[in-house]
């Protein structure tokens, strides 16, 4: 869409987009829509929520899901520099300034507040002019147009975290409808996007459902009792005082536990250094990160390089059916991996990643991954060490991780891996299903979205109110509003300089009034007893 400068001095779509509108409509900005807005502050604040009677900061992520959420938020540590003007209230617009790619200029109506809760200054709040139905304006700010000219405006190097000022946000062009037209979309919209709403509810539920039979039958499928006469018993498994076992699961006629240690050589990786980098007398190898290895599957879309001794490449060389394992991060993402399949020549790993090298054909590698991926992980959330923010757990430890075994056969060892890689693949093949659904939602929800800022949802009425009427009735409710604001600045300051005007110093009850009348001449004064002794 070409642009250029409105008679107002914003930037405004070109003539021959605005010809594109229906009869009643007007382009505006962001900016041109509000009589007002605020920028919340940065406090100091504990790492907790507020209670009812305290004042708490919103986090980003009330702002993230859609919805307000107030339980998103910080307690306040100071409660002394509160400025209640920043108060969130029922019936504000509160957008996002700074949050991941997918939720920066996220854009929330406040329908319920509890009390004492303020804008944070990663939080702003638009104060829409009369006739700007809310809802509307809501639909509006999360169209496909606005979350690509917020894509496009929103700086910062991590995706973790990008921001997006107030004044871009502001100048963001948009179609403005007749406000009667304003409370028939979002009605429309309302409805619609309810139904798309409750089909997304059921697929993402489906889909943490299958996640959770995929763990089953992982664990299943890893201790043999996936096969149908399985039979499954408790079997022991000698203790070790180093390590904290728990229940271990049943296992099939047949099989037994060990440790990691005595079925398989485990190994950490290589740490990146710097200094090597350009040393011509070391190989440049590809090497595997945390990032890498997720659950149950090796993600090698981005694998980078580094150089290394080759006496480090010769022990440290990944081999067909390894299995990988994560050493750090989130308590619940400890030992996740899979198996290496030569899908890279000459790759090593780095020193947050383990590997286990299978012995004497004790286990299948996907025996081994499946157990580790599902009914292992509360293993390594319980014998995790936990630092401010990441966990970590030691090789000295997953040496000692108790794994099931099954009976020596091969044969009988691919049959388990086969029955269980049909059962999974069923379930593959459920999740694609759900994760083609959800897409499908998305693609219906920008649809709607953009033939209703198009005027092609619900009918138009000729009798309605002009948006470039109420666009005029805005500008003077906003000149208006900040008049006051001005004259309320004024008053404040006025009231400052008084209350820092220098007191006045009364004078000693002993000494006479004092008079601003003049001495006659030739006749003088008479001092205090005290200043004439």
Sequence with gaps: MSVEIGEAGTQAPSKADRAELPGGWAWATVEDLLVGSDAGKSFKCEPRPASPDEWGIVKVSAMTWGEFRPGENKALLDETLVNDAYEIRAGDVLVSR???????????????????LLLSDKSLRFQPGSGIDRKWFIYWLRSPTVRKAVAAKATGTSDSMRNISQSDLKAIPLPVPPPSEQRRIANALEERIVRLEATELKLRTAERRLEQLRDFIMSAAATGVLAWDADPKHAPIT???????????????GWRWARLQDIADVVGGVTKDSKSEHDPALTEVSYLRVANAQRAQLKLSQV?????????????RLHNGDLL???GG????????WIWEDQIQDCIHQNHLFRARIQERATHPKLLGWYVNSAARSWFEANAKQSVNLASISISKVKLLPVPVPPADEQEQADFVELGERVLARLDRLATACEKGLAHTAALRRALLTEAFAGRLVDQDPEDESAEDLLKRIRAEREAAEAERKAARRAATQTKRKSRAKPHVPASSDAPP???TPLPEGEQGTLPMEFTA
């Design 98 to 116: 700074a949050n991941t790619v997918e939720h920066v200029g996220a854009p929330v109506l406040v329908e319920e507040v509890r009390p004492r």
């Design 239 to 253: 203790t070790s005082p180093a390590v904290k076992d728990g229940t271990l699961p049943p296992l099939a006629t």
């Design 304 to 316: 980078t390089k580094m150089r290394v001794a080759p006496k480090t490449l010769a022990k440290l």
């Design 325 to 327: 394992m994560t050493e």
């Design 330 to 337: 989130d308590r619940d993402k400890l030992g996740r991996g």
């Design 514 to 516: 004092a008079s601003d």
